[in-house]
């Protein structure tokens, strides 16, 4: 499984563009599968639930599911935030696993930059970031920039440098 990242500042559309690479990816006979790191204080449980019932009553994990699909929630209560290899190791093996966020993680990335967002690049501070997904020209960028519109040149790039361009639907 090849692990990929999509990284920048909040608001930079990391989202917005992992919704529209996904279906390019997928298309291609790619098996794709996303972790998304959220804010600190991200809960999508909700009071009044079972599965908040059974959290709060001190359960460590509580796995929901019905014949559509299934999710497991761990409480880390006094244990670290895992790291990305740690969630990794709970995927399916797909041939590409996409990255939300983890921006300092040690795995390549491509950073997404809107210009609206007046942001520094991150690119200059991390040797992990290996393209530049934009809406404006960065001519002093030494990697790859790519309009951040053009989704099949993005995933283009994705698959030649992860070596998947030759071999997609092959986990």
């Known amino acids: 499984m090849k692990i990929f990242g999509i990284a920048g500042w909040s608001g930079s559309g990391k989202t917005t563009l992992l919704v529209r690479l996904i279906p390019e990816l997928t298309a291609r006979g790619l098996k794709v599968s996303t972790i998304k790191h959220a804010h600190h204080g991200f809960d999508f449980d909700k009071p009044g639930k079972d599965s908040w019932e059974h959290r709060t009553a001190g359960a460590t994990e509580v796995m929901i599911t019905s014949d559509n699909r299934w999710a497991l929630m ?89 070596g998947l361009g030759s071999n997609a639907g092959a986990s």
Do not use: W
């Not at 520094?120 to 404006?136: K, T």
């Open 74 to 162: 761990r409480e880390l209560r006094d244990e670290a935030e895992p790291t990305l290899a740690e969630c990794a190791a709970h995927m399916s093996d797909v041939d590409l696993l996409l990255v939300e966020g983890f921006k300092h993680e040690s795995h390549d990335k491509i950073e997404v930059s809107r210009e609206a967002t007046g942001k520094a690049l991150l690119q200059p501070d991390d040797p992990h970031i290996v393209a530049v997904a934009s809406d404006a020209g960065l001519p002093e960028v030494s990697v790859p920039v790519i309009h951040i519109d053009d989704i099949k040149s993005i995933a283009n790039f994705i698959l030649d440098y992860t």
